[in-house]
């Protein structure tokens, strides 16, 4: 049991490495690149689905 904790916690830790990065991916906060916003998204989701199979 420990073993998956441990698990979902890297994936959760890796997941928020990522969105951070992607965060600063831009200079400018208002850009029109769709696809980078919607890949934001996207691991949010993930995140959030991670964070309510680790409670």
Same mark, same amino acid.
């Given at each position: 049991m420990d073993? !998956? !904790?441990q698990l979902v916690e890297k @994936?959760? @830790?890796s997941i928020k490495s990522t969105i951070e990065r992607n965060k600063k991916y831009h200079k400018y906060p208002f850009t029109t690149n769709?696809?980078?916003y919607y890949s934001l998204i996207l691991l949010q989701n993930r995140l959030d689905n991670w964070d309510v199979f680790r409670k």
């Open positions: 073993e !998956l !904790l @994936n959760i @830790n769709c696809d980078h």
